[in-house]
């Protein structure tokens, strides 16, 4: 917000002959400089740009308060166990109990080690229905803190020269404009309700049976029957189970293996730090360094991966320090953070992952090493000044090695026998791999059209609460039944720098799997010049050059979205 400084870059910037000479990494710096002080207010008059302050304090505020709620207010519900029938044995090992009217009954929160397996195979309806109501109606009071965000939003647009902060948003995305983001989202429903109508009608079978079998009527799928009955497909279909799986998912073998992923793949080694300082006892660190060059350091990173109080509830990364060169040429190394929320040991048996943990596992360091590989002169430009609809890429493309069967045979062990995944199983899952695709994808297609919905507006005046509920429902084919639930007040993203731009995990996917099959499909996986290509044509130069040059010196031609179509 300083204005004197802001002058000064707009003297560099308006001094063509000076801006000739720069370096192109110096010149896009000016270039950005300029643009974030202009998106900061600092072409507006004294007036407009104070209030544009005080409505960027306010929306810090709101953003903090909206997280704080969500990951202190952690969902409880009791239940016996009978009522938690079809759960595996390890679910129940080291679960808290408490006393209900008179009856003890085990403690069921709404963290995801928790809420997922419950989701997925509890076989009483009426105890996934009721979790999933715990879950949803959390943190009511977030849904005002976002509607009051999302009219700021929209004054600080307009005083900006925009009709919403869609288009705000946008106009610095790949996407460039809110109706491209729309038609992009339709389009891809209008494909994917091919799929999931079909994947619909196989789940509308099932439940039926099961409705008959109880001695009910059918009254139709609910938000609660989603998880239950995709898994129930899998088992039946592929005789795929998460219990058999997860056997062979092990958190230390899973951890050794996928860091081995990525040292081979981007010529690095990884030594973990003995008795380092951290925060938390549960908390990892790692130093990095190339792997052919012992006396060149590259960074670190730190690994929080079990749920505890009042921690973040999802998974991410964030940056804690950003790498530069120093003017003496050294430079400032960087430093990153993976939180997540996995399953944490219990008496009996050691962390155990469900394969879609060990792709969430490998999906987030794809953003570590996306941030640690940046090697920008700048600060500016590493990992957070990446376009928001290219960010995910990178990170996405790296989930494909999680069904890579030369890939898992290296890591899944049986937490017991120490024997190797069978090929049979790995069979199984890839065959798997598919099922549900168009439902999933449609889940994705709604957050993307609910986050457009309410910041593509000229006056911010939306129904938050009853625009989730009747979107997702219309979106997904799945009812909320004769419940009165709050999903957006524990949406982070909206709050947490991705409004206006959960498209971009579709959009990116379009990217990561076209890099996915042109290069790495194509050259092998363990291919080590693809690997280097990968790191210096896509992570080097972080968010120095437009996401769509970066592509094209990788794929060596213009992307398309052929390869994403067929993924799925």
């Not at 290219?390 to 890939?407: D, K, T, Y």
């Not at 017991?416 to 199984?428: A, F, Q």
């Not at 959960?502 to 990561?512: D, H, P, Q, R």
Request: glycine share 6%.
């Amino acid at each position: 917000m300083r204005k004197d400084v802001y002058d000064s870059v707009r003297k560099v910037l308006d001094n063509k002959k000076e801006m000739e000479a720069l370096e192109p990494e110096d010149r896009r710096l000016v270039e950005k400089m300029a643009e974030q002080y202009w998106r900061n207010g600092l072409g507006l008059s004294n007036e407009h740009r104070q209030r544009l302050g005080q409505i960027r304090v306010r929306l810090s505020e709101l953003g903090i308060k909206f997280s704080r709620n969500t990951n202190e207010n952690d969902g409880r519900i009791l239940f016996t166990r009978q009522e938690l029938d079809g759960l595996p044995e390890d679910y129940f090992d080291g679960r808290a109990t408490d006393m209900e009217d008179g009856v003890e009954k085990y403690v069921v929160t709404t963290k995801y080690p928790d809420l997922v397996p419950v989701m997925q195979m509890a076989r009483n309806e009426q105890t996934r229905k009721r979790l999933a109501v715990v879950s949803e109606s959390r943190c009511p009071e977030n849904i005002a803190l976002l509607d009051e965000a999302v009219k700021l939003r929209v004054e600080a647009a307009q005083l900006l020269g925009h009709r919403s902060h869609a288009e705000f948003v946008l106009e610095q995305n790949m996407a460039e404009d809110p109706e491209t983001v729309v038609e992009f989202e339709h389009d891809l429903r209008a494909k994917l309700s091919v799929l999931a109508d079909k994947e619909i009608k196989e789940i509308e079978v099932l439940k039926r049976a099961d409705c008959q079998a109880a001695g009910k009527p059918f009254t139709g799928l609910f938000n609660w029957d989603f998880r239950f009955y995709s898994n129930k497909v899998k088992e039946l279909k592929h005789k795929v189970s998460d219990d058999e799986i997860k056997q062979y998912f092990p958190m230390e073998q899973v951890t050794r293996g996928v860091l081995d992923i990525y040292q081979q793949m981007l010529g690095l080694r990884f030594v973990k730090v003995d008795d380092p300082p951290v925060w938390h006892q549960d908390v990892e660190m790692y130093e990095i360094w190339e792997a052919n060059d012992k006396q060149t350091f590259v960074g670190h990173f730190y690994l929080d991966l079990y749920p505890r109080d009042g921690k973040y509830n999802h998974a991410c990364v964030n940056p804690i320090r950003a790498g530069f060169a120093r003017p003496d040429g050294t430079r400032e190394y960087p430093v990153a953070v993976m939180l997540a929320n996995f399953p944490k040991p219990t008496s009996s048996a050691p962390a155990l992952l469900t394969h879609d943990d060990v792709l969430t596992l490998l999906h987030e360091f794809g953003h570590v090493f996306h941030h640690i590989c940046a090697e920008t002169k700048w600060a500016h430009f590493q990992l957070e000044s990446v376009q928001m609809d290219f960010i995910e890429a990178p990170s996405q493309m790296l989930e494909n090695w999680g069904w890579e069967p030369s890939v898992l045979r290296k890591f899944a062990v049986h937490y017991k026998t120490g024997e190797p995944i069978p090929d049979d199983l790995i069979k199984r899952m890839v065959a798997a791999k598919n099922e549900g695709a168009g439902l999933f994808n449609l889940r994705q297609v709604f957050f993307g059209l609910f986050d457009m919905a309410i910041h593509d507006t000229s006056d911010g005046k939306v129904d938050i609460k009853s625009t989730y509920n009747t979107l997702r429902e219309k979106t997904t084919g799945f009812s909320a039944g004769d419940t009165d639930t709050c999903g957006a007040a524990t949406f982070g993203h909206m709050m947490g720098g991705y409004d206006a731009g959960y498209y971009g995990y579709l959009w990116a996917k379009v990217y990561s799997s076209d890099m996915y099959a042109s290069r790495f499909l194509r050259d092998g996986v363990d291919n080590p010049k693809t690997g280097m290509d990968y790191r210096h044509e896509i992570l080097l130069p972080g968010g120095s050059r437009d996401a769509s040059v970066s592509l094209e010196k990788f794929l060596g031609r213009k992307p398309s979205n052929a390869a994403f179509l067929e993924s799925i």
